[in-house]
């Protein structure tokens, strides 16, 4: 990764990014391409957190999720988020060609252990979105499903690679914490940013007292191997369940994730992955092993827009659910044209403010 100095002066800009992450890397990339001033701020180093620990699948397959947004919001929002994730995962394709970041076509095959129909019916909204998708009972994994979904030209990448390109160019500031906004004034230890506007990319938001965010996020908790010699799929695989197994190659490496929970909560966690090796991978050898924590929503959907309601020049990017890679580069187009005025056919969809009117609500505060 490029390296960058701290902040010692008070500067301004007219948008400052808090949160060197891919989110908040590509928020500033969009922003400077459209001929913004941008500055980016981070914590610590950039890219040091969850960004350097996902498995990197780039897709708008996120799980069994259209039968689930249509259900809940109607087929029109299921369309629309389709188009969103595809315009990501399109625009994402268009970047990683310009550099070396290990950028491999695949399939995505999301599976189902438990039910032959909910597989079904995703495929069957699929095809009313206009997204052809192939529906099976089987699949070339080391045990049996019900159901599952493959759709064709996803991707899968190194982020880390990915990222230091896009960093580069960048206007970023390292090892400097934020201590307080004061309206959208940045104050840190080494100096003050003075902004028009302020996005809070720090995957989960750091404001209390705005947007209801601890009641409307929950954090959970994945693990992933790295085994050497252990069978490659042809292809990205990941079960429905939020505490099953996904499955991709990196090289000559198999990248298996899997034995979440959410966090603070007990779960099956690496001794689950090493035990699911044990039996279906014997010879393989474990090279690594990660974690990493993902940002949760009610409904499902990321928010993104306007940090709360009261918050004016105020914006957030969080709530990706897992699905961070191609859900940033939705972020980073939806906050770069609501910042520059330009009509914006999601933001309503992803706005941050929309209903808490959900069951995980309670489950949260409860927590």
């Known amino acids: 990764m490029p390296r960058f100095p701290a902040l010692e002066r008070d500067i301004c800009t007219d948008t400052l990014v808090i949160g060197g992450g891919l989110c908040g890397l590509l928020c500033a990339h969009a922003l400077t391409q459209a001929g913004a001033d941008c500055v980016t701020v981070e914590a610590g180093s950039v890219c040091s957190g969850v960004t350097g620990r996902s498995t990197a699948k780039i897709t708008s397959q996120h799980g069994l999720c259209y039968h689930t947004i249509a259900n809940r919001f109607g087929l029109a929002a299921a369309k629309q988020y389709l188009q969103a994730q595809d315009a990501a995962v399109l625009e994402l394709s268009r970047l990683c060609a310009q550099t070396d970041c290990d950028y491999e076509r695949r399939s995505l ?12 019916q995703e495929a069957a909204i699929l095809a009313k979105l206009g997204r052809p998708a192939v529906f099976s009972e089987t ?27 896009i960093a580069a160019p960048l206007r970023i500031y390292e090892r400097t914490k934020v201590r307080a906004l004061v309206g959208t004034t940045a104050v840190t230890d080494g100096g003050s940013i003075n902004a028009r506007n302020i996005i809070v990319a720090t995957h989960f938001p750091f404001l209390n007292k705005h947007g209801l965010y601890p009641l409307k996020l929950y954090q959970h908790r994945s693990y992933v191997l790295a085994l050497k010699g252990a069978p490659q799929p042809d292809g990205m695989y990941v079960d429905a369940a939020s505490s099953g197994l996904s499955f991709r190659g990196a090289g000559e490496l198999l990248l298996l994730g899997g034995g979440g929970h959410r966090t603070g909560k007990s779960g099956g966690n690496w001794a689950a992955l090493r035990n699911f090796a044990a039996r279906y991978a014997p010879h393989a050898e474990e090279v690594c092993h990660w974690a990493t924590q993902d940002c949760m929503s009610l409904d499902g959907l990321p928010y993104i827009g306007r940090y709360s309601a009261r918050t004016e020049g105020l914006y957030v990017a969080t709530g990706f659910s897992k699905w961070g890679m191609s859900s940033s580069m939705v972020a980073a187009t939806l906050l770069r044209d609501l910042l520059l005025g330009r009509q914006t056919p999601a933001a309503r969809l992803f706005d941050p403010s929309r209903s808490l009117l959900h069951p995980q609500l309670a489950v949260n505060a409860w927590e």
């Open 139 to 165: 699949a070339p994994l080391p045990f049996p499903v019900a159901g599952v979904v493959t759709v064709e030209n996803q991707a899968q990448f190194h982020p880390r690679k990915f990222a230091a390109a």
């Open 109 to 120: 095959s999301v599976y189902s252990l438990r039910s032959r129909a909910e597989a079904a």
